[in-house]
């Protein structure tokens, strides 16, 4: 609430503080995740003005979908916001992925069919289907990638693999298209 006061002031330059982190050290890093909470507050906020990219995990189900549906009419209004107050966001794609997809239920099945159908391109092909290998990972507070082996199964984690490769693959072909050095490269391939 300190930087929304602040901002009404006319000092909305605190929501710039992680872009300038950020950009004293750009040099050392090609890409930085950042991961707020599902919120418009401070941190969010500096995030969104931080960023050049926005990846937004929406869960197949009513309760999720719904949520999302409202965060992204708040951003809406928010980016509305910060634009009349030259603060608007350079955002260069946004994307969604279909996270904790479970296509045995039915209901999941038409959100995902009905996701793909409002988001079109702007949704990632490959779900991100639930894992119990993810589940583990989490709970050891690690990414299935540094797990050392399977906590599950050799075959949940390769399915759950093949997954992770899948979402992050299109992901990166997005942010390698931002590159001006990679942009023709990925036309050649056929990906950009």
């Known amino acids: 609430y300190e930087i929304a006061a602040r901002m009404a002031r006319g000092q909305g330059n605190l929501i710039d503080r992680m872009a ?9 890093f ?3 995740v950042l991961d ?10 500096s995030v969104l003005r931080a960023a050049n990219a926005l990846v937004v995990p929406v869960p197949p189900t009513v309760m999720d979908f719904s949520s999302t549906a409202a965060f992204l009419a708040m951003l809406d209004e928010t980016i509305e916001t910060l634009a009349d107050r030259g603060l608007a966001p350079s955002l260069q794609f946004l994307r969604f992925v279909a996270s904790k997809v ?5 209901m999941q099945k038409e959100l995902l069919n009905l996701m793909r159908t409002l988001f079109g391109h702007a949704i990632v092909r490959t779900p991100l289907k639930d894992s119990a290998e993810i589940d583990n990972a989490t709970a050891r507070l ?10 599950t199964s050799s075959a949940v984690r390769n399915r759950c693999l093949a997954y992770l490769d899948g979402v992050n ?7 390698r298209s931002m590159w001006p050095s990679h942009l023709t490269r990925l036309r050649k391939e056929g990906l950009a």
Not at 36 to 45: F, N, Q, Y
Request: proline share 9%; glycine share 6%.
């Open 20 to 28: 300038q982190g950020i950009a004293s050290i750009a040099d050392r």
């Open 30 to 32: 090609d890409v930085v």
């Open 36 to 45: 707020p909470p599902p919120a418009l507050g401070a941190i969010s906020l």
């Open 102 to 106: 479970d296509e045995n239920k039915s």
């Open 142 to 151: 690690m990414t299935v990638y540094e797990l050392d082996g399977p906590v």
């Open 169 to 175: 693959s299109e992901i990166e072909v997005d942010i």
